[in-house]
Structure formats: structure tokens, C-alpha cells
């Protein structure tokens, strides 16, 4: 069975730029989140989507924005990129939305800023 | 808020060494508790998971067991090996599975 799967791999874009990450969840996962990943940090969480709806955002500004389409697959997207927003993306999907549930994450899409 | 503090890296153990890293929480109420691993180049998996007080999560030698006298949840194994040198998070689950908050991780180093 195919796991999560994240496109592109990598990508560079330059400053002020606009990026769209893609991210297909595991089938008959309904719920996608989305998390950033700073080299040497933990990943920051910052969208959570069941059923096409947001159901969390954390602490990122408004360039940062999400959605998820009928078929569950989510794409984020970042506009003005900052120097900053350089970091390994990582989504994760879920079959359900509980506190026990365990998070299945992809592989991740490495984004550098120049 | 919810938070996760984990034990500083980078480890450096010889084969067959015993292995702990700290991680310690703060959460409103009882959340569930995990340890994802994420091997080079790849994303996280998950490798264990406690959802109450006194759980012991276990897997591939790994053992943790869900302190809340402590709120602690520290990683255990009894012999490493090369193939287990890899980066591990510790992380918990917000009350709602809204969102997971990850440790900074901990990259461990097994040499033969």
C-alpha cells in the first residue's frame, strides 16, 4: 500500500516567491496535517484538515494557507517567501481525528529560499 | 501550553550499549504520548505510544512507559545496534488530535 506521499521532493525558489506543496494521503485517511520542520528542530505544526476542513492552525503567519479537496489530497501554500521559510515540509496523515490516533508522515519536501 | 522537552543531543553509543533519552511534558489534562523516528533522508515514523498513565509503549527493543507522577516519558533500549542511529522525537497529542508537539529531537550514533 502506498504510504503519504509528498511532491516535489525539493525545491528552490528566490525570496518573494509563491510555492505550492502537494501531499496525498494514505487511502481511506481523512485527515491531513501539515508541519515545518526546521533543521536541527522538531517539526511546528501548522494546519490540521479532516473532511476538507480546517480543524487547527498553530502559530504561522497568513502567507501561510492550506486546503484539502474531495478526494483528501492537500496542498499548502506559501506566498512572499521569506530567507526563513526554509525548512523541510512534512504532511502527515491520519484516519480519524482523536488524541490516540497515530500520524503517518511522508517523506517531506525540502524548500530552500535564496 | 503543551510542550515536550527532550534530552540534548547528539548521543554517541558502541553497539550493544544501553540507550535512554529524557523526555519530559507539560500538558493540560492526560495526553497521549509518542516517540517517532526519522532515519536520514526519510520522514518521521512512528516508532512507540503510550495513551495513559503507567502504558508501557514497546517496539523493536524500545521501551517507554507513561509517567504522570513524573510527566515523563523517557525511550529505553537494552543493546543498540548500527541500524538503530537515527534522530528521535518525542511528541504528544493535544486532548482534541488536533495537532501533535514534537521535542527538538535527539540524534543518536551507534558505532560497531
Known amino acids: 500500500d502506498a504510504g503519504v506521499t509528498q511532491s516535489p521532493t525539493h525545491l528552490i525558489k528566490t525570496r518573494g516567491q509563491h510555492v505550492t506543496l502537494r501531499c496525498s494521503p494514505i487511502s481511506g485517511h481523512k485527515s491531513v496535517s501539515w508541519y515545518q520542520q526546521v533543521l536541527g528542530q522538531g517539526p511546528q505544526f501548522i494546519f490540521q484538515?479532516?473532511?476538507?476542513?480546517?480543524?487547527g492552525r498553530g502559530n504561522f503567519p497568513d502567507r501561510f494557507s492550506a486546503r484539502q479537496f474531495p478526494n483528501y489530497s492537500s496542498e499548502l501554500n506559501v506566498n512572499a517567501l521569506l530567507l526563513g521559510d526554509s525548512a523541510l515540509y512534512l504532511c502527515?496523515?491520519?484516519?480519524?481525528?482523536?488524541?490516540?490516533?497515530?500520524?503517518?508522515f511522508g517523506q517531506g519536501t525540502r524548500l530552500t529560499v535564496v | 501550553g503543551d510542550s515536550v522537552t527532550q534530552m540534548e543531543g547528539p548521543v554517541t553509543l558502541s553497539e550493544e550499549a544501553f540507550l535512554t533519552i529524557n523526555c519530559t511534558y507539560t500538558a493540560t489534562g492526560y495526553p497521549s504520548l509518542f516517540w517517532y523516528v526519522q532515519y536520514p533522508g526519510e520522514g518521521l515514523q512512528l516508532l512507540l505510544k503510550?495513551?495513559?498513565?503507567?502504558d508501557k509503549g514497546s517496539n523493536k527493543g524500545f521501551e517507554a512507559t507513561y509517567r504522570k507522577e513524573t510527566t515523563s516519558f523517557h525511550l529505553e533500549k537494552g543493546s543498540v545496534q548500527v541500524s538503530d542511529s537515527a534522530v528521535y522525537f518525542c511528541a504528544l497529542s493535544d486532548l482534541d488530535g488536533n495537532q501533535f508537539y514534537f521535542g527538538t529531537g535527539t540524534s543518536l550514533t551507534v558505532i560497531p
Open positions: 502527515a496523515s491520519s484516519l480519524v481525528v482523536t488524541m490516540n490516533t497515530e500520524a503517518f
Open positions: 484538515y479532516y473532511e476538507k476542513e480546517e480543524r
Open positions: 503510550a495513551t495513559k498513565a503507567d
